[in-house]
C-alpha cells in the first residue's frame, strides 16, 4: 500500500471498510499448495495429523459368517455374511515440535545479549532504564517463544502497550514518570488475527489485529501517530480513536515463508503411515501362535500355568513366531529419520544417538557435531535480529516518550548479540577467557561479557569495580 492509502484507512469515516480492506487471511505456499495458518498448527499438533483422519486411513474392514437364512427363490438355505469394521492403529509423531523445538533454541542460543555504544551519561542511563525494561518484561523467555511461534504458525508479533505503576520508577532517576511497559505475544493460535500493512518499500506501515473478547469482535489498527480501537455491537462498528505517544508502531512483526518442517512433511506423513502399518502388522503376526499336528489331548486352559500335553499318533506341537520384522522396513524407518533431520537441518541429539559420545568429543569436535545446526541459526538470523534490532529502538523510544526534555537528545546505539547455544566445559572455556584477558588478547569487558558464568555483563562490571573499591578502602 502507499503512504495515502494507508492514511486514508486510518481516518476511514467507516470503520467497517477499513476492516473489510484490512481482513486478508494469511496463505502458506507448501509446494504446490496454498494452506492456512490453522493447516499449519494441525501439522504442528500430532493429534491432528492425517493418520486420524479415516478418509485418509480407513478402519479395516472383516467380513464374517451370518445367520442362516431360507433361500426361497432358489429352495436352498445359505448363511449371510457379516462385515465388521476393526479400528487400525493411529499413531503420530511429534517430529515437527521437535525440529521446531532445537530450531528455536539455535536461533536464540544462550540468550541475546545487548551491546551499547553509550558515549555520554544521558546514554548510560538511558541504556540502564533499557535493559530494565527489558529484564522485568522477561525478554530473554519470550523471545524464545516468539521464535517457536514463528516457526510453528509462520508468523506472529510482539504488542507493546503502558500501564499505571507509581512504583516501577522509584529510585531510578525517572522516578516522576507513574507508567511501566508490557508486552503481549500475538499469534493465531493464541485467537489473534493478524494483518500487516506494508508500503512499496517493505516497511511496515500499519499493523491490524482481530481478536474477540467473550462474543465481541474487536479490531484495532496501529500506525506510527494514531490507534484505532474498534469494536462491533449489534452489527455495526465503532472505535475509538487515540494518540500514539510512542511516536512508532508499537509491534514487531515475526514471520517467514512456510512452517520450519514444509520440506520435510511428506517424509513425516509418510513415517506415520508405515508405522502404523507396522503396528497392525505387529497385531496380527507379533504373538506367537501354537501349531498342532496330530491328535493332541488336554489342551491349557487360558491362564494356567505349567500345563503338559500329550500328543498321540505322531502328534506334534510347534509356535509359529514372526523372527524379525523385514530388513525394508527396517531400512525405510531408518532413512526416513536421515532425510528429515538432514533435510531441516536437525541434529538427531536424542539419547540413543548422543550416549556414546559422552566424554569422547573435544571442543572442536562438538562444533562440527552441530555446524548444520549453527549454520541455519545464523541464516535465519539475518532476518530475525533485524527484528530484535527494531524491538531495542521501539523499547528506546517508548522509555525516551517517559522524559523527552532529559531524554529525547541522545546518541545511544544498541544492537542485538546472539550468543550461541553450544554443549561446552564450563571450566575450560572460563579458563581460555581468564587466560586471553591476561596475556592481552581481549578486554575485561569482553571477558566478561562472554563468560557463561554472567547474565548481564553491565552490572557484573559495576559489581566488579564496587568490589575492587571496598577492598582498597579496607587497605586503607
Not at 237 to 248: D, L, P, Q, R, T
Not at 332 to 357: R, V, W
Amino acid at each position: 500500500m502507499t503512504e495515502q492509502e494507508i492514511k486514508q484507512i486510518a481516518s476511514s469515516d467507516s470503520f467497517g471498510e477499513a476492516v473489510k480492506k484490512l481482513s486478508k487471511d494469511r496463505t502458506v505456499a507448501i509446494g504446490d499448495k496454498k494452506v492456512s495458518v490453522q493447516d499449519c498448527l494441525d501439522q504442528y499438533d500430532p493429534y491432528k495429523h492425517k493418520v486420524f483422519d479415516k478418509n485418509h486411513r480407513p478402519d479395516k474392514i472383516i467380513d464374517k459368517d451370518g445367520g442362516e437364512i431360507y433361500d426361497a427363490v432358489n429352495d436352498v438355505k445359505r448363511r449371510t455374511t457379516d462385515f465388521e469394521t476393526v479400528p487400525v492403529n493411529r499413531l503420530p509423531i511429534p517430529i515437527q515440535k521437535r525440529i521446531v523445538l532445537i530450531s528455536a533454541t539455535f536461533l536464540i542460543g544462550d540468550r541475546i545479549g545487548i551491546e551499547s555504544v553509550a558515549d555520554t551519561d544521558t546514554d548510560k542511563l538511558l541504556e540502564k532504564f533499557v535493559r530494565k525494561v527489558w529484564r522485568d518484561n522477561k525478554l530473554d523467555y519470550i523471545s524464545k517463544e516468539i521464535a517457536k511461534t514463528m516457526m510453528s504458525e509462520t508468523h506472529c508479533a510482539e504488542l507493546w502497550y503502558d500501564y499505571p505503576d507509581e512504583r516501577y520508577w522509584q529510585g531510578t532517576e525517572l522516578s516522576v514518570s507513574k507508567k511501566r511497559f508490557g508486552v503481549k505475544l500475538l499469534a493465531e493460535s493464541k485467537g489473534d488475527k493478524l494483518y500487516p500493512v506494508f508500503d512499496e518499500y517493505d516497511d511496515l506501515v500499519a499493523f491490524a489485529r482481530g481478536y474477540k473478547v467473550e462474543k465481541t469482535e474487536h479490531f484495532d489498527i496501529y500506525t506510527a501517530d494514531k490507534i484505532l480501537f474498534g469494536k462491533k455491537e449489534d452489527g455495526q462498528w465503532s472505535y475509538e480513536e487515540k494518540s500514539n505517544h510512542f511516536g512508532a508502531i508499537p509491534i514487531i512483526y515475526y514471520s517467514q515463508p512456510a512452517p520450519e518442517w514444509a520440506d520435510v512433511q511428506p517424509l513425516i506423513e509418510r513415517k506415520e503411515t508405515r508405522y502404523s502399518d507396522f503396528a497392525d502388522t505387529n497385531d496380527y503376526f507379533a504373538d506367537p501362535a501354537l501349531v498342532a499336528e496330530g491328535s493332541v489331548e488336554n489342551l491349557a486352559s487360558k491362564g494356567e500355568i505349567g500345563k503338559s500335553y500329550q500328543v498321540t499318533n505322531g502328534g506334534k506341537l510347534s509356535y509359529l513366531t514372526w523372527d524379525a520384522a523385514p530388513q525394508a522396513i527396517e531400512l525405510e524407518f531408518s532413512q526416513l529419520d536421515k532425510e528429515i533431520y538432514a533435510n531441516t537441518h536437525t541434529p538427531d541429539i536424542s539419547f540413543d544417538s548422543m550416549k556414546g559420545l559422552i566424554g569422547n568429543v573435544s571442543g572442536i569436535a562438538l562444533k562440527l557435531l552441530f555446524m548444520d545446526a549453527q549454520i541455519k541459526a545464523s541464516d535465519k538470523q539475518e532476518s530475525f535480529g533485524i527484528l530484535i534490532q527494531r524491538r531495542l529502538n521501539l523499547l528506546k523510544r517508548m522509555v525516551v516518550s517517559l522524559n523527552r526534555v532529559d531524554y529525547g537528545n541522545n546518541t545511544l546505539d544498541l544492537y542485538p548479540v546472539f550468543k550461541p547455544y553450544m554443549p561446552i566445559n564450563d571450566v575450560e572455556y572460563n579458563d581460555m577467557l581468564i587466560n586471553a584477558h591476561e596475556k592481552g588478547m581481549i578486554s575485561r569487558k569482553t571477558m566478561v561479557s562472554k563468560s557463561t558464568l554472567v547474565q548481564d555483563a553491565e552490572e557484573e562490571l559495576k559489581e566488579i569495580e564496587q568490589e575492587a573499591s571496598n577492598i582498597v578502602t579496607e587497605i586503607e
